[in-house]
Protein backbone atom coordinates (compact mmCIF):
# COMPACT_ATOMS: atom_id res chain seq x y z
CA UNK A 1 0.00 0.00 0.00
CA UNK A 2 2.65 2.19 0.85
CA UNK A 3 4.55 1.30 -2.20
CA UNK A 4 1.73 2.05 -4.74
CA UNK A 5 1.06 5.36 -2.76
CA UNK A 6 4.40 6.65 -2.99
CA UNK A 7 4.08 5.50 -6.81
CA UNK A 8 1.19 7.32 -7.45
CA UNK A 9 2.32 10.51 -5.63
CA UNK A 10 5.37 10.32 -7.67
CA UNK A 11 3.58 10.45 -10.65
CA UNK A 12 1.07 13.20 -9.55
CA UNK A 13 4.11 15.59 -8.70
CA UNK A 14 5.54 14.34 -12.29
CA UNK A 15 2.28 15.37 -13.81
CA UNK A 16 1.87 18.53 -11.57
CA UNK A 17 5.20 20.35 -12.62
CA UNK A 18 4.62 20.28 -16.07
CA UNK A 19 0.92 21.75 -15.12
CA UNK A 20 2.31 24.36 -12.77
CA UNK A 21 4.41 25.84 -15.48
CA UNK A 22 1.98 25.99 -17.78
CA UNK A 23 -0.14 28.34 -14.97
CA UNK A 24 2.61 30.27 -14.18
CA UNK A 25 2.82 30.77 -17.95
CA UNK A 26 -0.50 31.75 -17.90
CA UNK A 27 -0.46 34.14 -14.95
CA UNK A 28 2.44 36.26 -16.70
CA UNK A 29 0.95 36.03 -20.32
CA UNK A 30 -0.77 39.56 -19.69
CA UNK A 31 2.75 41.05 -19.31
CA UNK A 32 4.75 38.83 -22.06
CA UNK A 33 2.27 39.06 -24.99
CA UNK A 34 2.01 42.98 -25.28
CA UNK A 35 5.69 43.08 -25.01
CA UNK A 36 5.80 40.12 -27.84
CA UNK A 37 3.28 41.98 -29.98
CA UNK A 38 6.01 45.23 -29.70
CA UNK A 39 9.42 43.93 -29.42
CA UNK A 40 9.24 41.15 -32.70
CA UNK A 41 7.93 43.64 -35.07
CA UNK A 42 10.76 46.24 -34.10
CA UNK A 43 13.13 44.01 -34.45
CA UNK A 44 12.10 42.78 -37.82
CA UNK A 45 11.77 46.16 -39.52
CA UNK A 46 14.53 48.24 -37.72
CA UNK A 47 17.33 46.27 -36.74
CA UNK A 48 17.92 43.55 -38.63
CA UNK A 49 20.25 44.18 -41.18
CA UNK A 50 18.91 47.36 -42.44
CA UNK A 51 21.16 49.74 -41.06
CA UNK A 52 18.82 52.59 -41.18
CA UNK A 53 20.58 55.92 -40.54
CA UNK A 54 20.89 56.63 -36.37
CA UNK A 55 18.21 59.22 -36.64
CA UNK A 56 15.70 56.54 -38.44
CA UNK A 57 16.53 53.84 -36.30
CA UNK A 58 16.11 55.67 -32.57
CA UNK A 59 12.88 57.03 -33.81
CA UNK A 60 11.52 54.09 -34.83
CA UNK A 61 12.80 52.17 -31.69
CA UNK A 62 11.10 54.88 -30.03
CA UNK A 63 7.87 54.78 -31.18
CA UNK A 64 7.81 51.09 -30.68
CA UNK A 65 8.92 51.46 -27.15
CA UNK A 66 5.85 54.31 -26.73
CA UNK A 67 3.23 52.22 -28.21
CA UNK A 68 4.21 49.36 -25.22
CA UNK A 69 4.01 51.34 -22.85
CA UNK A 70 0.72 53.39 -23.87
CA UNK A 71 -0.98 50.58 -25.36
CA UNK A 72 -1.28 48.56 -21.89
CA UNK A 73 -2.11 52.37 -20.05
CA UNK A 74 -4.43 53.21 -22.47
CA UNK A 75 -6.61 49.71 -22.34
CA UNK A 76 -6.45 50.17 -18.36
CA UNK A 77 -7.97 53.02 -18.72
CA UNK A 78 -10.61 52.52 -21.05
CA UNK A 79 -11.54 49.72 -19.59
CA UNK A 80 -11.11 49.50 -16.09
CA UNK A 81 -12.70 50.99 -13.43
CA UNK A 82 -12.44 54.86 -15.02
CA UNK A 83 -14.09 53.44 -18.56
CA UNK A 84 -12.53 56.84 -20.22
CA UNK A 85 -14.13 56.42 -23.77
CA UNK A 86 -11.66 57.94 -25.95
CA UNK A 87 -8.87 56.40 -23.75
CA UNK A 88 -10.54 52.87 -24.83
CA UNK A 89 -10.36 54.07 -28.35
CA UNK A 90 -7.01 54.53 -29.05
CA UNK A 91 -5.68 51.44 -26.71
CA UNK A 92 -8.25 49.39 -28.59
CA UNK A 93 -6.42 50.50 -31.99
CA UNK A 94 -2.99 50.33 -30.75
CA UNK A 95 -3.92 46.73 -30.08
CA UNK A 96 -5.24 46.19 -33.30
CA UNK A 97 -2.86 47.78 -35.33
CA UNK A 98 0.55 46.68 -33.38
CA UNK A 99 -1.19 42.81 -33.86
CA UNK A 100 -1.56 43.02 -37.99
CA UNK A 101 1.72 44.28 -37.86
CA UNK A 102 3.44 41.73 -35.57
CA UNK A 103 1.75 39.18 -37.61
CA UNK A 104 2.38 40.08 -41.05
CA UNK A 105 6.03 41.18 -39.70
CA UNK A 106 6.66 37.38 -38.56
CA UNK A 107 4.81 35.83 -41.63
CA UNK A 108 5.22 37.80 -44.54
CA UNK A 109 8.89 39.10 -43.19
CA UNK A 110 10.24 35.44 -42.81
CA UNK A 111 9.05 34.38 -46.18
CA UNK A 112 9.88 37.32 -48.30
CA UNK A 113 13.68 37.20 -46.86
CA UNK A 114 13.99 33.52 -47.76
CA UNK A 115 12.64 34.12 -51.24
CA UNK A 116 14.57 37.18 -51.39
CA UNK A 117 17.82 35.63 -50.44
CA UNK A 118 17.15 32.32 -52.36
CA UNK A 119 16.58 34.05 -55.80
CA UNK A 120 20.08 36.09 -55.13
CA UNK A 121 18.32 39.63 -54.90
CA UNK A 122 20.75 42.62 -53.93
CA UNK A 123 22.75 41.76 -50.73
CA UNK A 124 21.57 41.94 -47.02
CA UNK A 125 20.83 44.99 -46.11
CA UNK A 126 18.94 45.77 -49.74
CA UNK A 127 16.65 42.66 -48.88
CA UNK A 128 16.04 43.93 -45.29
CA UNK A 129 14.52 47.20 -46.48
CA UNK A 130 12.17 45.78 -48.95
CA UNK A 131 11.19 43.37 -46.30
CA UNK A 132 10.53 46.48 -43.64
CA UNK A 133 8.55 48.16 -46.79
CA UNK A 134 6.90 45.40 -48.05
CA UNK A 135 5.22 44.49 -44.51
CA UNK A 136 4.79 48.34 -43.53
CA UNK A 137 2.27 48.57 -46.70
CA UNK A 138 0.49 45.49 -46.40
CA UNK A 139 -0.25 46.10 -42.65
CA UNK A 140 -0.98 50.05 -43.54
CA UNK A 141 -3.93 48.44 -46.48
CA UNK A 142 -4.82 45.79 -44.24
CA UNK A 143 -5.65 48.02 -41.67
CA UNK A 144 -7.67 50.73 -43.72
CA UNK A 145 -9.61 48.09 -45.54
CA UNK A 146 -10.60 45.96 -42.16
CA UNK A 147 -11.49 49.28 -40.76
CA UNK A 148 -13.67 50.09 -43.10
CA UNK A 149 -14.77 46.11 -42.87
CA UNK A 150 -15.58 46.90 -39.31
CA UNK A 151 -17.51 50.07 -39.73
CA UNK A 152 -19.86 49.42 -42.89
CA UNK A 153 -23.05 47.51 -42.65
CA UNK A 154 -22.48 44.01 -42.82
CA UNK A 155 -23.69 41.79 -45.21
CA UNK A 156 -26.70 39.58 -45.21
CA UNK A 157 -26.07 35.92 -45.22
CA UNK A 158 -28.55 33.62 -46.42
CA UNK A 159 -29.05 29.90 -46.36
CA UNK A 160 -31.98 27.32 -46.37
CA UNK A 161 -31.33 24.86 -43.08
CA UNK A 162 -33.46 21.63 -42.94
CA UNK A 163 -34.97 20.19 -39.80
CA UNK A 164 -35.88 17.07 -40.06
CA UNK A 165 -38.60 17.35 -37.19
CA UNK A 166 -39.81 20.63 -38.88
CA UNK A 167 -44.01 20.54 -39.82
CA UNK A 168 -44.52 21.51 -43.59
CA UNK A 169 -46.62 24.61 -41.91
CA UNK A 170 -43.39 25.57 -40.50
CA UNK A 171 -41.34 25.27 -44.08
CA UNK A 172 -40.39 28.90 -45.45
CA UNK A 173 -39.87 30.75 -41.45
CA UNK A 174 -37.52 33.07 -41.98
CA UNK A 175 -35.30 33.64 -38.73
CA UNK A 176 -32.65 37.27 -38.81
CA UNK A 177 -29.90 36.54 -36.66
CA UNK A 178 -27.81 39.75 -35.37
CA UNK A 179 -25.16 39.27 -32.65
CA UNK A 180 -22.38 41.36 -31.14
CA UNK A 181 -23.21 44.19 -31.65
CA UNK A 182 -21.00 45.48 -29.20
CA UNK A 183 -21.82 48.90 -28.94
CA UNK A 184 -18.59 50.84 -27.51
CA UNK A 185 -16.32 53.66 -26.96
CA UNK A 186 -16.72 54.71 -30.92
CA UNK A 187 -20.54 56.12 -31.26
CA UNK A 188 -22.26 53.97 -33.47
CA UNK A 189 -25.64 55.18 -33.51
CA UNK A 190 -26.10 55.94 -37.05
CA UNK A 191 -24.81 52.39 -37.70
CA UNK A 192 -27.59 50.78 -35.66
CA UNK A 193 -30.10 52.54 -37.40
CA UNK A 194 -28.32 51.01 -40.51
CA UNK A 195 -28.65 47.96 -39.56
CA UNK A 196 -31.93 47.39 -38.02
CA UNK A 197 -33.01 49.40 -41.74
CA UNK A 198 -31.57 46.37 -43.00
CA UNK A 199 -33.18 43.62 -40.63
CA UNK A 200 -35.91 45.28 -41.62
CA UNK A 201 -35.71 44.87 -45.67
CA UNK A 202 -35.84 40.71 -44.59
CA UNK A 203 -39.30 40.10 -43.85
CA UNK A 204 -38.86 37.99 -41.01
CA UNK A 205 -40.61 35.87 -38.76
CA UNK A 206 -38.53 35.96 -36.33
CA UNK A 207 -35.52 38.43 -34.95
CA UNK A 208 -32.98 37.26 -32.86
CA UNK A 209 -29.60 38.92 -30.91
CA UNK A 210 -27.48 36.22 -29.26
CA UNK A 211 -26.04 38.61 -26.88
CA UNK A 212 -22.99 40.97 -26.64
CA UNK A 213 -25.31 43.87 -26.95
CA UNK A 214 -22.31 46.66 -25.86
CA UNK A 215 -19.07 47.25 -23.93
CA UNK A 216 -20.45 49.47 -21.75
CA UNK A 217 -23.81 49.78 -19.10
CA UNK A 218 -27.48 50.40 -20.58
CA UNK A 219 -27.41 53.68 -19.47
CA UNK A 220 -24.52 54.59 -20.91
CA UNK A 221 -24.92 52.93 -24.40
CA UNK A 222 -28.53 53.55 -24.85
CA UNK A 223 -28.44 55.54 -27.84
CA UNK A 224 -26.52 53.16 -29.71
CA UNK A 225 -28.88 50.69 -28.61
CA UNK A 226 -32.27 52.40 -28.98
CA UNK A 227 -32.80 51.73 -32.71
CA UNK A 228 -33.35 48.15 -32.23
CA UNK A 229 -36.53 49.46 -30.98
CA UNK A 230 -37.26 49.75 -34.82
CA UNK A 231 -36.81 46.15 -35.60
CA UNK A 232 -39.76 44.63 -37.16
CA UNK A 233 -40.81 40.83 -37.29
CA UNK A 234 -44.13 38.91 -37.62
CA UNK A 235 -44.06 36.84 -34.58
CA UNK A 236 -41.36 37.82 -32.57
CA UNK A 237 -38.05 39.24 -31.44
CA UNK A 238 -36.28 37.58 -28.74
CA UNK A 239 -32.67 38.04 -27.10
CA UNK A 240 -30.34 35.70 -24.71
CA UNK A 241 -27.39 37.79 -22.79
CA UNK A 242 -23.80 37.29 -23.92
CA UNK A 243 -20.50 37.01 -21.46
CA UNK A 244 -20.17 40.65 -22.60
CA UNK A 245 -23.39 41.92 -20.67
CA UNK A 246 -21.77 39.97 -17.27
CA UNK A 247 -19.27 42.80 -17.43
CA UNK A 248 -21.83 45.88 -17.70
CA UNK A 249 -24.74 44.97 -15.35
CA UNK A 250 -26.12 42.36 -17.31
CA UNK A 251 -30.06 43.13 -15.79
CA UNK A 252 -30.06 46.26 -17.14
CA UNK A 253 -29.61 45.22 -20.63
CA UNK A 254 -31.82 42.63 -20.01
CA UNK A 255 -34.37 45.00 -18.21
CA UNK A 256 -33.56 47.70 -21.73
CA UNK A 257 -34.26 44.98 -24.37
CA UNK A 258 -37.27 44.41 -22.94
CA UNK A 259 -38.21 48.03 -23.25
CA UNK A 260 -37.19 48.32 -26.65
CA UNK A 261 -39.56 45.59 -27.03
CA UNK A 262 -37.64 42.34 -27.46
CA UNK A 263 -38.65 39.37 -25.38
CA UNK A 264 -35.43 38.32 -23.37
CA UNK A 265 -35.29 34.27 -22.97
CA UNK A 266 -34.30 34.29 -19.66
CA UNK A 267 -34.06 29.85 -19.38
CA UNK A 268 -37.47 29.74 -21.14
CA UNK A 269 -38.79 28.91 -24.29
CA UNK A 270 -42.02 30.46 -26.53
CA UNK A 271 -44.12 28.93 -29.62
CA UNK A 272 -44.25 29.97 -32.77
CA UNK A 273 -46.78 28.69 -34.40
CA UNK A 274 -48.00 28.47 -38.23
CA UNK A 275 -50.04 26.69 -40.48
CA UNK A 276 -51.22 23.85 -37.75
CA UNK A 277 -47.54 22.89 -36.69
CA UNK A 278 -45.01 24.24 -33.78
CA UNK A 279 -41.70 25.93 -33.21
CA UNK A 280 -40.27 25.84 -29.60
CA UNK A 281 -38.35 28.98 -29.85
CA UNK A 282 -36.05 28.85 -26.23
CA UNK A 283 -32.74 31.04 -24.65
CA UNK A 284 -30.55 30.66 -22.09
CA UNK A 285 -28.20 33.05 -20.30
CA UNK A 286 -24.82 32.81 -21.58
CA UNK A 287 -22.57 30.22 -19.51
CA UNK A 288 -20.43 32.70 -17.93
CA UNK A 289 -23.49 33.92 -16.17
CA UNK A 290 -23.63 30.97 -13.48
CA UNK A 291 -19.81 32.28 -11.98
CA UNK A 292 -20.69 36.01 -12.47
CA UNK A 293 -22.70 36.33 -9.26
CA UNK A 294 -25.60 38.32 -11.01
CA UNK A 295 -28.65 37.15 -9.00
CA UNK A 296 -30.42 35.12 -10.83
CA UNK A 297 -28.80 34.42 -13.33
CA UNK A 298 -27.03 31.73 -14.77
CA UNK A 299 -27.53 29.44 -18.40
CA UNK A 300 -30.26 26.49 -17.47
CA UNK A 301 -31.61 24.30 -20.53
CA UNK A 302 -33.47 22.17 -18.60
CA UNK A 303 -35.21 25.42 -17.30
CA UNK A 304 -35.69 27.08 -20.83
CA UNK A 305 -37.34 23.58 -21.71
CA UNK A 306 -39.27 23.22 -18.73
CA UNK A 307 -43.32 22.37 -19.68
CA UNK A 308 -42.26 21.94 -23.95
CA UNK A 309 -43.68 19.08 -25.65
CA UNK A 310 -40.43 16.86 -26.60
CA UNK A 311 -41.50 15.68 -29.72
CA UNK A 312 -41.73 19.69 -30.94
CA UNK A 313 -38.86 20.70 -32.90
CA UNK A 314 -36.58 22.95 -30.82
CA UNK A 315 -34.76 26.28 -31.74
CA UNK A 316 -32.24 27.19 -29.44
CA UNK A 317 -30.34 30.91 -28.90
CA UNK A 318 -27.18 30.54 -26.58
CA UNK A 319 -24.20 33.06 -26.85
CA UNK A 320 -21.47 30.91 -27.09
CA UNK A 321 -21.05 27.58 -29.40
CA UNK A 322 -19.77 25.59 -26.80
CA UNK A 323 -22.76 25.22 -25.17
CA UNK A 324 -23.72 22.94 -28.59
CA UNK A 325 -23.07 19.91 -26.27
CA UNK A 326 -25.42 20.77 -23.84
CA UNK A 327 -27.82 21.47 -26.40
CA UNK A 328 -27.11 18.22 -28.44
CA UNK A 329 -27.37 16.03 -25.33
CA UNK A 330 -31.33 17.33 -24.60
CA UNK A 331 -32.19 17.11 -28.40
CA UNK A 332 -32.33 20.53 -29.52
CA UNK A 333 -32.77 20.59 -33.22
CA UNK A 334 -30.76 24.26 -34.12
CA UNK A 335 -28.86 26.13 -32.00
CA UNK A 336 -27.68 29.65 -32.91
CA UNK A 337 -24.95 31.40 -31.75
CA UNK A 338 -22.35 34.67 -32.12
CA UNK A 339 -19.41 35.12 -29.86
CA UNK A 340 -16.54 34.06 -31.93
CA UNK A 341 -16.60 36.92 -34.49
CA UNK A 342 -15.13 34.70 -37.09
CA UNK A 343 -11.43 35.60 -35.28
CA UNK A 344 -11.85 39.31 -36.35
CA UNK A 345 -8.41 40.01 -37.36
CA UNK A 346 -6.76 37.00 -39.09
CA UNK A 347 -5.04 34.98 -37.41
CA UNK A 348 -6.90 35.04 -34.10
CA UNK A 349 -9.24 32.31 -35.27
CA UNK A 350 -6.58 29.61 -34.25
CA UNK A 351 -7.12 30.74 -30.65
CA UNK A 352 -10.75 30.88 -30.97
CA UNK A 353 -10.86 27.27 -32.14
CA UNK A 354 -9.12 26.12 -29.10
CA UNK A 355 -11.78 27.51 -27.10
CA UNK A 356 -14.77 27.16 -29.31
CA UNK A 357 -16.20 23.74 -31.33
CA UNK A 358 -16.85 26.29 -34.04
CA UNK A 359 -15.87 29.56 -35.83
CA UNK A 360 -18.36 30.21 -38.13
CA UNK A 361 -20.83 29.14 -40.41
CA UNK A 362 -23.23 25.76 -39.76
CA UNK A 363 -22.17 22.88 -38.64
CA UNK A 364 -23.50 19.34 -36.83
CA UNK A 365 -23.53 17.86 -33.32
CA UNK A 366 -24.14 14.53 -32.62
CA UNK A 367 -27.28 12.89 -34.65
CA UNK A 368 -29.43 15.73 -34.48
CA UNK A 369 -28.05 18.92 -33.54
CA UNK A 370 -27.19 21.69 -36.21
CA UNK A 371 -25.67 24.71 -34.83
CA UNK A 372 -25.34 28.07 -36.71
CA UNK A 373 -22.41 30.55 -35.40
CA UNK A 374 -22.59 33.90 -36.64
CA UNK A 375 -19.19 36.03 -37.38
CA UNK A 376 -21.20 38.74 -35.52
CA UNK A 377 -22.80 42.04 -36.49
CA UNK A 378 -19.98 44.29 -35.05
CA UNK A 379 -16.86 44.06 -33.44
CA UNK A 380 -15.34 44.28 -30.12
CA UNK A 381 -12.34 46.86 -29.06
CA UNK A 382 -9.97 46.83 -32.09
CA UNK A 383 -11.80 48.29 -34.65
CA UNK A 384 -11.02 46.24 -37.70
CA UNK A 385 -11.99 43.06 -39.11
CA UNK A 386 -9.53 41.62 -41.29
CA UNK A 387 -10.48 38.24 -43.40
CA UNK A 388 -13.35 37.77 -41.11
CA UNK A 389 -16.21 39.39 -42.30
CA UNK A 390 -19.50 40.92 -40.25
CA UNK A 391 -22.70 39.42 -40.95
CA UNK A 392 -26.66 39.42 -40.97
CA UNK A 393 -27.76 36.21 -40.91
CA UNK A 394 -31.01 34.90 -42.66
CA UNK A 395 -31.84 31.61 -41.66
CA UNK A 396 -34.64 30.13 -43.84
CA UNK A 397 -36.25 26.74 -42.06
CA UNK A 398 -37.08 24.03 -44.28
CA UNK A 399 -39.55 21.09 -43.56
CA UNK A 400 -37.75 17.57 -45.34
CA UNK A 401 -37.90 17.56 -48.57
CA UNK A 402 -38.25 21.21 -49.19
CA UNK A 403 -35.01 22.58 -48.82
CA UNK A 404 -33.14 24.74 -51.78
CA UNK A 405 -29.60 25.45 -52.50
CA UNK A 406 -27.76 27.82 -49.39
CA UNK A 407 -26.60 31.08 -50.69
CA UNK A 408 -24.42 34.30 -49.51
Not at 343 to 359: E, K, N, S
Amino acid sequence: MTETSDTRSAAGDAQGAPRSRVQRLMRHLPLIAPVLLWAVPCWILLHTGQHWPLPVTLTGTALFALGLIGMPLAMARGHGRRQQDRAAIVGDTLLGGVWVLFTWSVLLGTLLRLGLTAAGVGDGQSRARIVTWAVVGVAAVLLAWGYAEARRVPRVRRLDVELPRLGAGLDGTRVVLITDTHYGPLDRARWSERVCETVNTLEADLVCHTGDIADGTAERRRAQAAPLSTVRATRARVYVTGNHEYYSEAQGWVDLMDELGWEPLRNRHLLLERGGDTLVVAGVDDVTAESSGVAGHGAHLPGALDGADPGLPVLLLAHQPAFVDRAAAHGVDLQLSGHTHGGQIWPFHHLVRLDQPALAGLSRHGSRTLLYTSRGTGFWGPPFRVFAPSEITLLVLRSPGRSAAPSS
